[in-house]
């Protein structure tokens, strides 16, 4: 079956080092996005990339950094430069970058920074 | 940015109707979504409005007025399901997300 994975659900980091959110899709969608969810909160863009090789910033990049070195794959890093990284973290795409009125998601990671 | 308004709570009875609305200021508009999402789970596109007028979709139905930069969510014949957040997104180079509104469904 098609769509997004991400793994794992639940990550654990020590304050200061980095870490590395993965995202993979098999539905041959062009654009691809991250965002970051916190409590009581809407989603935030953190950045996103409409073609193999492109990206661009989104709304909160500071402190993240990603890769778009294969069509399936949009991999965040995490670094110790982002201040507060305790968030939800949720990976979509959409077919191409034209295509942003349905974005499908996947099953998130949530990410606790102790 | 985007000043995408919606109310943070609604209760309402099982069966019964419920209306979410949502506003906005923005420029550049393309059109409006609406998302569910379930308590830890990630969000799932329920509809997209880009012209004016109620779009109806089973018992979810959206409208949208630009000029008035307001759209509403119609949830009709409420289920226990139907407990979960609903985000409004408004599109324009990329979306932009409100809030969200959660709604809880009582028996």
């Known amino acids: 079956d098609g769509g997004i994975t991400q793994s794992p659900k639940y990550l654990f980091r020590k304050e200061g080092q980095n870490v590395t959110l993965s995202c993979e899709q098999n539905?041959?969608?062009?654009?691809m996005y991250w965002y970051r969810q916190d409590p009581g909160q809407g989603l935030r863009l953190i950045y996103y990339s409409q073609i193999v090789n492109d990206f661009q910033k989104g709304d909160i990049a500071e402190g993240y950094s990603v890769s778009r070195e294969k069509k399936e794959s949009f991999p965040l890093t995490v670094t110790s430069a982002q201040k507060n990284p305790t968030a939800f973290y949720l990976c979509?795409?959409?077919?191409?970058?034209?295509?942003?009125?349905?974005?499908?998601f996947g099953p998130g990671t949530r990410l606790t920074v102790l | 940015g985007q000043n995408i308004d919606q109310p943070t709570e609604m209760t309402a009875t099982e069966g019964a109707i419920v209306q979410i609305n949502c506003t906005y200021q923005t420029s550049g508009f393309n059109g409006l979504s609406w998302y569910q999402q379930h308590a830890g789970e990630a969000p799932t596109f329920l509809s997209y409005?880009?012209?004016?007028g109620l779009e109806e979709k089973g018992r979810f139905s959206s409208f949208l007025s630009r000029s008035k930069g307001y759209s509403y969510l119609l949830l009709k014949e409420l289920q226990m399901k139907d407990s979960a957040s609903y985000l409004c997104?408004?599109?324009?180079?990329?979306?932009?997300f409100g809030a969200g509104t959660t709604v809880t469904v009582r028996a």
């Open positions: 997104a408004v599109t324009i180079e990329k979306l932009s």
């Open positions: 979509a795409s959409t077919p191409s970058g034209a295509s942003y009125n349905e974005q499908f």
């Open positions: 539905l041959n969608h062009d654009a």
């Open positions: 409005n880009v012209l004016d």
